[in-house]
Nanobody, 127 residues
Framework: QVQLVESGGGLVQPGGSLRLSCAGSGFTLDGYAIGWFRQAPGKEREGVSC????????YYKDSVKGRFTISRDNAKNTVYLQMNSLKPEDTAVYYC????????????????????WGRGTQVTVSS
């Protein structure tokens, strides 16, 4: 079965860190652009960070630049999102997604219409 499985969410205090993982099952992630998206209550789903399948190029939403880092580990068939200096406004359900390799990372993150979604993992930033 082809699917994406997220893990690593949880409750963290402001200023803390979390690392989200997106594991591929039934297919290899390195053939696809992979992105992290989030959706807060009452808000639309938005692209947070995306990474290409080919040259490793990345895209970050302005509000997370310098705090979040996306990376791939092809040997583990996993993509990570390292989140540092977390803020209450980062609270959301975070989703992993896969898209065609020809899609640019900016297009993937801005258009929010990937081929495959994971089920999401909750991130709550609160004191």
């Amino acid at each position: 079965q082809v699917q994406l499985v997220e893990s690593g969410g949880g409750l963290v205090q402001p200023g803390g860190s979390l690392r989200l993982s997106c594991a591929g099952s039934g297919f290899t992630l390195d053939g696809y652009a992979i992105g992290w998206f989030r959706q807060a209550p009452g808000k639309e789903r938005e692209g947070v960070s995306c990474i290409s399948s080919s040259d490793g190029s990345t895209y970050y939403k302005d509000s997370v630049k310098g705090r979040f880092t996306i990376s791939r580990d092809n040997a583990k068939n996993t993509v990570y999102l390292q989140m540092n200096s977390l803020k209450p406004e980062d609270t959301a359900v975070y989703y992993c997604a896969a898209d065609r390799p020809a899609v640019t990372v900016q297009t993937m993150c801005v258009n929010v219409r990937p081929l495959l979604w994971g089920r999401g993992t909750q991130v709550t930033v609160s004191s």
